[in-house]
């Protein structure tokens, strides 16, 4: 067997537009600022999460409580089903 089989067997496009849902939601319900802060804090702890602040960690859940979770899934939800269904 070819060593790229499994890769061009992946569902490219359902991915690709499953990140375009996900980074209109992320651009639609974050400011520039908050957008800064959590990029501030992903690169200097390099996704690390016991790398994070008590207070840093405060400001990724109130970030994360304006990002409105259960909206984004409703959008991602005809995705995952036709990803589901491969």
Do not use: C, Q, S, Y
Request: cysteine-free; glycine content about 4%.
């Amino acid at each position: 067997m070819p060593p790229f089989t499994r890769v061009r067997t992946l569902p490219w496009l359902l991915l690709l537009d499953a990140a375009r849902t996900t980074m209109l939601h992320l651009n639609e319900h974050l400011d520039d600022k908050d957008r800064r802060h959590v990029a501030g804090i992903a690169r200097r702890t390099k996704g690390d999460v016991r790398k994070l602040t008590e207070r840093e960690k405060a400001d990724l859940k109130r970030i994360a409580r304006d990002l409105n979770v259960t909206l984004l899934a409703r959008n991602l939800l005809p995705t995952a089903g036709r990803l589901r269904k491969r």
